[in-house]
């Protein structure tokens, strides 16, 4: 184990009248030394450098270089750097976009729309195409077979949240499953700019309302069509009472 420095007590006789004045504790000293004599302190302390900017305290900016040592490495690093943050950007944008309207969707409450248009490729005498839109449980659009669709046109471009689709016309389960009905609907909507979005909406066989959220902007034309038919005995067709569609607020 080392020896402890022992302190030893300046005597009068070492005592100078001039020289170097210590900023600690004001001992005088020679010139030459580095060091006070009495306290240690360093008596030419370098010089501390500028402190950086705020922009230089982050990595890679912060590391110091003389002349051109590591500069292009440095640059060729933050040049791929924001060409990959650049890229990310473009690639989330996307799903950034549509995060932020189904969010707004969940916030607002839907409210109904009604087309201006309603027109059916084939429909049962009797029963007409336009009863999906009429509010009324009792009266549905008959369809001759699987395959025969609707479309409804709207007036004024729109967001579609959500579809309600009624199936079959009776709400009592045994008088339901009499009934001939598809179990579903193939959704084409198409946007004002002219895209076309495609859902396959799959239904449960009970009676009632089925909500399908869709979440699909600009909309002008939506055409349903009835696919995996089910009680479609001779003698029957097709039965869809209602479809309502709801727009953001």
Same mark, same amino acid.
Not at 52 to 76: D, E
């Given at each position: 184990?080392?020896?402890?420095?022992?302190?030893?007590?300046?005597?009068?006789?070492?005592?100078?009248?001039?020289?170097?004045?210590?900023?600690?504790?004001? $001992?005088?000293?020679?010139?030459?030394? #580095? @060091?006070?004599?009495?306290? *240690?302190?360093? !008596?030419?302390?370098? =010089?501390?450098?500028?402190?950086?900017?705020?922009?230089?305290?982050?990595?890679?900016?912060?590391?110091?270089?003389? $002349?051109?040592?590591?500069?292009?490495? #440095? @640059?060729?690093?933050?040049? *791929?750097?924001? !060409?990959?943050?650049? =890229?990310?950007?473009?690639?989330?944008?996307?799903?950034?976009?549509?995060?932020?309207?189904?969010?707004?969707?969940?916030?607002?409450?839907?409210?109904?729309v009604t087309p201006v248009r309603v027109t059916a490729s084939a429909e049962v005498p009797g029963h007409p195409v336009k009863n999906t839109?009429?509010?009324?449980?009792?009266?549905?659009?008959?369809?001759?077979?699987?395959?025969?669709?609707?479309?409804?046109?709207?007036?004024?471009?729109?967001?579609?949240?959500?579809?309600?689709?009624?199936?079959?016309?009776?709400?009592?389960?045994?008088?339901?499953?009499?009934?001939?009905?598809?179990?579903?609907?193939?959704?084409?909507?198409?946007?004002?700019?002219?895209?076309?979005?495609?859902?396959?909406?799959?239904?449960?066989?009970?009676?009632?309302?089925?909500?399908?959220?869709?979440?699909?902007?600009?909309?002008?034309?939506?055409?349903?069509?009835?696919?995996?038919?089910?009680?479609?005995?001779?003698?029957?067709?097709?039965?869809?009472?209602?479809?309502?569609?709801?727009?953001?607020?």
């Amino acid at each position: 184990m080392a020896h402890r420095p022992v302190v030893r007590s300046v005597e009068v006789g070492e005592e100078t009248t001039s020289g170097v004045a210590c900023p600690s504790c004001g $001992a005088l000293n020679q010139p030459e030394r #580095r @060091f006070c004599r009495r306290c *240690a302190t360093p !008596l030419r302390p370098e =010089a501390k450098a500028d402190p950086l900017p705020w922009w230089r305290t982050v990595w890679p900016f912060r590391r110091r270089v003389r $002349a051109s040592s590591g500069r292009w490495t #440095r @640059f060729l690093v933050i040049l *791929a750097v924001v !060409l990959a943050l650049c =890229a990310g950007g473009f690639l989330l944008l996307p799903a950034g976009r549509a995060l932020y309207q189904d969010t707004l969707d969940k916030l607002s409450k839907p409210k109904p729309v009604t087309p201006v248009r309603v027109t059916a490729s084939a429909e049962v005498p009797g029963h007409p195409v336009k009863n999906t839109t009429d509010g009324l449980r009792n009266r549905y659009w008959g369809a001759p077979a699987a395959g025969a669709s609707v479309t409804y046109t709207f007036g004024t471009p729109f967001r579609l949240v959500n579809v309600l689709i009624t199936n079959g016309t009776s709400v009592d389960p045994e008088e339901y499953a009499q009934e001939g009905r598809a179990l579903r609907i193939d959704l084409e909507v198409t946007s004002e700019d002219g895209e076309r979005h495609d859902r396959q909406l799959d239904l449960s066989d009970k009676p009632g309302s089925q909500p399908f959220p869709t979440g699909i902007s600009d909309v002008t034309t939506i055409r349903l069509t009835l696919r995996s038919p089910t009680g479609l005995t001779a003698g029957r067709h097709l039965a869809l009472a209602e479809v309502e569609f709801f727009q953001r607020s």
